[in-house]
């Protein structure tokens, strides 16, 4: 099994991945109290998916009860410019850097399927691929195998990768080898926490997501707080800034595959507020930004512009207070009144 275990790693590198790491299903046993105390707190707000086969998600092991170990593994997506550069462009749209390429589903499931055939044709085992779409909580079965930690903003990070990067899982009924788990290595250093716009962290390791500027822009409908709005700035999807906080970025790798290239970088505010829903999913075909639909998009678009600050930018805002989707067009009065005041 080690040289089978050597084998499956040289393999996931070629593919592509940047680290891999094995646990046992049940490698995890505290996540089925933190899921309960984050639902119980509602910090999920509208994500009810969340609350749904809790039995999984609080233990992997229940999942698929044959499977006798985790593949964990690691895609990195690091950005080559500074992300955080277009915040001080208020004339222009920040997306998260994971949005700005092809849709990271994509990529890592193929890449999965690939390595799944191929170590399941050499270990003589059933496997079954996850990537972000079924009730597997992986940062802590990652963190389980050993390829990082959860930092206190939530996320997983590690000292050789930073924390720009994916995660895939492959279970399987092979009884591989495991690795020992990770610890916290964040120390003292709350450089992420304080970098979060909307204060969305009620403690170290926490997070309200109903604060969140990602879950904001991605999973919440109908309109955002007008106190939050205010916070959001020109991030109309997603948000990097815990992210690109933490110091351990310093020992990054460069994203290896090119459909992690930017594709839509980081383009006009005036541009984007004109995009009626078939020009929408055209722009963005094969984007992840394309499951949240124009009418979000814009929503959080009209936000940007609201903040901005850019008086130019409220003819934009006036046409659109007669969209027939009510939360644009109440977006829409709210950035025209907002440019109003501010000028």
Request: net charge neutral; aromatic share 8%; hydrophobic share 45%.
């Amino acid at each position: 099994m080690k040289g089978l275990k050597d084998a499956l790693i040289a393999r996931a590198l070629e593919e592509g991945f940047s680290k891999v790491g094995i646990c046992p299903p049940d490698a995890a046993p505290d996540t089925a109290g933190r899921l309960a105390a984050f639902l119980q707190a509602d910090y999920h707000g509208q994500m009810s998916w969340m609350a749904e086969r809790t039995h999984w998600r609080g233990n992997a092991a229940a999942l698929w009860r044959e499977a006798r170990s985790v593949i964990m593994l690691a895609e990195v997506y690091t950005p080559e410019a500074d992300p955080m550069a277009v915040i001080g462009q208020p004339e222009r749209a920040a997306i998260s850097v994971y949005a700005q390429g092809k849709d990271y589903h994509d990529l890592v499931k193929r890449r999965l399927k690939r390595l799944g055939g191929w170590f399941a044709t050499a270990a003589k085992a059933e496997i079954k691929v996850f990537v972000d779409t079924a009730p597997v909580m992986e940062k802590p079965l990652a963190q389980a195998a050993g390829l990082g930690w959860q930092g206190k903003h939530t996320n997983l990070l590690a000292r050789d990768l930073g924390n720009w990067f994916f995660l895939g899982a492959i279970f399987t009924t092979a009884d591989l080898p495991k690795d020992a788990a990770e610890v916290s290595h964040c120390g003292s250093c709350t450089a992420c926490l304080d970098a979060c716009p909307t204060k969305a962290f009620p403690a170290p390791y926490q997070l309200d997501a109903r604060r969140c500027i990602s879950y904001l822009t991605i999973e919440h409908k109908g309109p955002v707080d007008p106190d939050l709005r205010a916070l959001m700035g020109n991030r109309i999807y997603g948000c990097d800034d815990c992210l690109a906080a933490c110091p351990w970025n310093k020992f990054a790798q460069s994203a290896r595959d090119i459909g992690y290239q930017p594709r839509v970088g980081a383009p006009e505010l005036a541009e984007l507020v004109a995009l009626d829903d078939a020009t929408f999913r055209a722009r963005f075909a094969g984007s992840p930004i394309k499951r949240i639909g124009r009418d979000r998009f814009v929503r959080n678009v009209l936000y940007a512009i609201g903040n901005s600050g850019l008086p130019d930018l409220a003819g934009h805002a006036a046409v659109l207070q007669a969209d027939p989707e009510p939360t644009v067009a109440e977006a829409a009065a709210w950035a025209l009144a907002r440019l109003n005041t501010r000028s």
